[in-house]
């Protein structure tokens, strides 16, 4: 069994909801008391206190801060990250935070990261958030995070750049690869800036389908909203480890010499869209020595019918044959990593004896290369880096 974190967030996300959801599920309170003078920030409060929020009884953080600065630019966080007494990993993982937002600031601004003045997120406050956050799991021993779907809420929000639609530009740029519906209606903005880069770097994508929960911890915004509790929950749980799974499985194939290669290319991709379990396309010779290809699907039993009808559709073949076959298939899932602030999804395959290896998904590596001018092979490489980095586990 695998502990894990499963952030709920049917009303929303922010940075404060979820070190409040931490505390509730068990973060003593006392680390995130001194969080500030381990980042070298003199005079600032820190307050833990129960609350209701929609009949629901939920843990609130407040920090009580002195007058200053509004905002910083990436330079001045990462070198207030880099002096802070934490471990490394805490201090990597929030300067990915922090990076990732400064990447897509920059590119609605057209600016260089380095540049973007960070107006909400670069706030005293929302540094303790991120920082709060990252090191809370670390804390709880929580290394897998994975998340729901996020509800954004609806309306405007009024921002340093004038009033912007929910969810800002910005945040809905920061939650691609992820799971969010619209609303629910009245609820205004749901998802900070800050919220959504925590999930853009700390969730490994949907939850499993199964799990045990352990411990609940609700964590309350600041607003009280009507007829909804406004608490984001946080579930650690337990997941089962399965090493692989044996199935039984059909083979359908058939021998074809009389369609162009682009044609049979064009029908495996109908047949993969279509829901086939793996699609090959074999070179063979047929009757007279002449050269054919060789069509294989694979599919579970009760696709046969269905797809074995695409074959003969996008086909020519005049028949099909079936084979009945057994397989042992490893446990597979999704994760998602960020390079240079960008999201990218990692397909992972757990083996037999618990290790996993994983392979960068080539859509968004080619779209992350495009975007940063980076070639696809420097991509994939620091997505897998960048998956090692975090324990490389679904």
């Keep these: 069994m695998t502990t894990i974190a499963i952030l709920d967030p049917f009303s929303g996300i922010s940075g404060d909801m979820t070190l409040g959801a931490l505390v509730g599920a068990g973060l003593d309170a006392g680390w995130l008391e001194g969080l500030p003078a381990r980042l070298g920030l003199d005079g600032i409060g820190v307050r833990v206190y129960p609350v209701v929020r929609g009949g629901l009884s939920a843990t609130k953080v407040d920090f009580d801060i002195p007058e200053q600065p509004h905002g910083r630019h990436l330079s001045e966080i990462?070198?207030?990250?880099?002096?802070?007494?934490?471990?490394?990993?805490v201090r990597r993982l929030a300067d990915a935070v922090f990076s990732g937002i400064a990447t897509i600031e920059g590119e609605a601004h057209g600016v260089s990261p380095e540049e973007v003045h960070l107006h909400e997120v670069g706030a005293v406050d929302a540094i303790l958030d991120v920082i709060g956050v990252v090191g809370g799991f670390a804390e709880l021993g929580l290394h897998e995070v994975y998340c729901g779907a996020i509800s954004l809420g609806d309306g405007f929000v009024r921002a340093a750049h004038g009033v912007l639609p929910v969810p800002a530009p910005a945040t809905l740029r920061l939650l691609e690869g992820q799971r969010v519906r619209p609303g629910p209606e009245g609820t205004g903005e749901l998802v900070t800036p800050t919220g959504a880069a925590l999930v853009r770097a700390l969730s490994r994508g949907t939850p499993p389908a199964t799990y045990v929960p352990r411990r609940v911890g609700l964590g309350a915004g600041t607003r009280d909203l009507l007829e909804r509790p406004n608490v984001l929950r946080l579930i650690v749980a337990e997941r089962e480890d399965r090493p692989a799974i044996s199935e039984q499985v059909v083979q359908l194939a058939c021998d074809l010499d009389d369609m162009p290669a682009e044609a049979v290319a064009a029908a495996a991709e109908a047949l993969l869209?279509?829901?086939?379990?793996?699609?090959v396309v074999l070179s063979t010779h047929m009757k007279k020595g002449r050269p054919g290809m060789r069509l294989e699907v694979l599919c579970a039993p009760d696709e046969v019918s269905r797809l074995e009808a695409l074959?003969?559709?996008h086909t020519t073949t005049l028949g099909v044959r079936r084979?009945?076959?057994?397989?042992t298939a490893l446990v597979r899932g999704e994760g998602r990593v960020v390079v240079d602030g960008h999201a990218v999804r990692v397909k992972v395959a757990t083996l037999p004896n618990g290790d996993q290896r994983c392979k960068p998904e080539f859509d968004d590596v080619v779209a992350v290369a495009r975007a940063t001018g980076r070639t696809t092979m420097d991509v994939s490489r620091a997505a897998l880096a960048a998956w090692n980095d975090r324990g490389g586990r679904v």
Excluded: Y
């Design 78 to 89: 990462r070198e207030l990250v880099a002096r802070a007494d934490l471990p490394s990993e």
């Design 323 to 327: 084979v009945v076959a057994e397989r």
């Design 311 to 313: 074959v003969f559709r």
């Design 273 to 279: 869209d279509a829901g086939a379990l793996d699609v």
